[in-house]
Nanobody, 124 residues
Framework: QVQLVESGGGLVQAGGSLRLSCAAS????????MAWFRQAPGKEREFVAH????????YYADSVKGRFTISRDNAKNTVYLQMNSLKPEDTAVYYC?????????????????WGQGTQVTVSS
């Protein structure tokens, strides 16, 4: 079992930045592929970014590419999402997810563990 707790969400103006954190506990963090997903009101949950076990590979949704950066610190059992140049359409609840497998995935059903989510609101 892995427990995930997100933090860092909030209200920001368009063009601003936020950094989300997701702290993991319970199992060996470096054994898990990590990802961020988001869900806006009335929409399905969508993939944002993932990072592999060693941080050697990252992948982003087209909608956030060039603006968001995913990173992890295995010594701190934490994954981050740096979000720059935020847009109103980035408004959503952001979830971190963990997958106990060596290969990354952008499909939500491939992830075994989820955090409770943190709200990000971008005003225009």
């Amino acid at each position: 079992q892995v427990q995930l707790v997100e933090s860092g969400g909030g209200l920001v103006q368009a063009g601003g930045s936020l950094r989300l954190s997701c702290a993991a506990s319970g199992r060996t963090f470096s054994n898990y592929v990590m990802a961020w997903f988001r869900q806006a009101p009335g929409k399905e949950r969508e993939f944002v970014a993932h990072i592999n076990l060693s941080s050697s590979s990252t992948y982003y949704a087209d909608s956030v590419k060039g603006r968001f950066t995913i990173s992890r610190d295995n010594a701190k059992n934490t994954v981050y999402l740096q979000m720059n140049s935020l847009k109103p359409e980035d408004t959503a609840v952001y979830y971190c997810a963990a997958r106990e497998f060596r290969y990354s995935s952008s499909r939500s059903y491939d992830y075994n563990y989820w955090g409770q989510g943190t709200q990000v609101t971008v005003s225009s």
